[in-house]
């Protein structure tokens, strides 16, 4: 296998560099996803049970103590729930705006990775049908055919690499896409039922009034 990308030129070893790199920001990316993703529904039975009780504290405790934007969204609703309903909706927008922000950090590589992977190989194969035709021109009419070869082979291998980067990085792209997008649901839905709790309790509503969407 490594004789056969060695084959493949200079291209085929910065089309391996981007695949290493966007391995190793898919790796970092899924952990990080993976940590952000909580039982929200459990989290927010909890939060609403213990602000009934007036345990603010032990609330907002329980949101640091929890990982993930959904604890991050909510924790920012009760700190700023004295500043009025359109402030607080105001800054759980904004934090909602920064945790998908975070969650969407150096996606674009994985993107950037799946579209110039095939551009690279394909410039590799360009310079490999080059150096075959220069072979051809500088030998003529005794051309070796095993020098033809060596200029195919590059560019072959250099097609062949940069699509087998560019698939999986297309594929893992959009499946930690989908994965934010899973978070920001689950952050919108407890946006909208602390918003709807601290609400519907400043307004001298009942807890379980404040929990209705």
Known sequence: MFALLKQGGPMVILILISGLVALAVFLERVLHLHRARIKSEDFLRGICNNLARGNTAE??????????????????????????????????????????????????????VAQVAPLMGLLGTVLGLIRATLVVQQQAPLVQSADIARGMMEALVSTAAGLTVAIPCYVAFNFLLTRVEKIVLDMEHAASEILGFLGGSRTGGSPEEGQKP
């Open 59 to 112: 609330a907002v405790t329980i949101c640091d103590e929890t990982p993930g934007p959904v604890a991050y969204i909510v924790r920012t609703a009760i700190v700023n729930r004295e500043a009025g309903l359109d402030a607080m909706r105001e800054a759980v927008n904004q934090a909602g705006r920064t945790e998908t922000s975070r969650m969407e950090r150096r996606l674009s590589v994985m993107a950037t």
